[in-house]
């Protein structure tokens, strides 16, 4: 199947700075990716599509101007957590479409401090 | 708008014993109907997936799953669990395939945990 791979797999990060997570289709070219954010022993909570050439779709309740998410090619989009708090701590998972399913990567554990 | 309730949070089950994890859904429409398997700190890998035809559909790892559609019910089976099995499942629905851009739903997780 159809391989999508994440990056960093871990991050710790200081209160107040950014982190950028990358999230790549290896071996497919993906116009449409999805990025999920997972809490404790809770289920995936869609964020936002991410359209490759053009703004990404949020998902109500998601600050666009916290979760910057970018499509800049047909392999790899970015999700940058801006002015991280603790409470942005989670897992961020991204998924791709290939051939009529959907691949998830590895997901991304962020924990602020 | 779509819902989905996985109706148990956690399933504990010995070792080769037969397990069910329920999953109920809620759609005016027609929907397609998936199961994912995560284990710790991992992403998630598709088990099986329900679109149309059979109501019976088999997937992965001796899985399997039927959509009934007048109880709006997608119940995982599996009628020998090993250790390996242990991990998180979740449910999930969409509106149309991906490729027309749709977007999952998810249930909030059954974990299965099988012991020796």
């Known amino acids: 199947g159809a391989v999508v791979s994440q990056h960093p797999s871990w991050v710790i990060c200081k209160s107040g700075t950014s982190v950028k997570i990358e999230c790549r289709s290896l071996?497919?070219?993906?116009?449409?990716m999805f990025w999920y954010r997972q809490f404790p022993k809770q289920s995936l909570m869609l964020m936002a599509t991410?359209?490759?050439?053009?703004?990404?779709?949020?998902e109500q309740g998601v600050e666009k101007d916290k979760f910057l998410i970018n499509h800049a090619s047909l392999t790899l989009s970015t999700l940058t957590v801006t002015s991280a708090h603790p409470e942005d701590s989670s897992f961020y998972i991204c998924?791709?479409?290939?051939?009529?399913?959907?691949?998830f990567g590895e997901g991304s554990r962020l924990t602020v401090l | 708008a779509q819902s989905v309730t996985q109706l148990d949070s956690q399933v504990p089950v010995f070792e080769e014993a037969p397990v069910e994890l329920r999953c109920n859904y809620s759609s005016s429409v027609s929907v397609y109907l998936f199961w994912y398997v995560q284990y710790p700190n991992q992403g998630l890998q598709l088990l099986l997936k329900y679109l149309s035809g059979s109501t019976l559909v088999k997937g992965i790892n001796g899985f399997e799953a039927e959509f009934n559609k007048s109880k709006t019910s997608f119940h995982l089976r599996k009628p020998s669990v090993h250790i390996s099995d242990t991990a998180e499942y979740f449910c999930?629905?969409?509106?149309?395939?991906?490729?027309?851009?749709?977007?999952?739903?998810f249930g909030q997780g059954t974990e299965l945990s099988v012991k020796p």
């Open positions: 991410s359209n490759e050439g053009s703004k990404a779709t949020y």
């Open positions: 999930a629905v969409t509106l149309s395939p991906y490729n027309q851009g749709g977007k999952l739903i």
């Open positions: 998924s791709a479409s290939h051939t009529g399913e959907l691949f």
């Open positions: 071996d497919f070219q993906a116009t449409t």
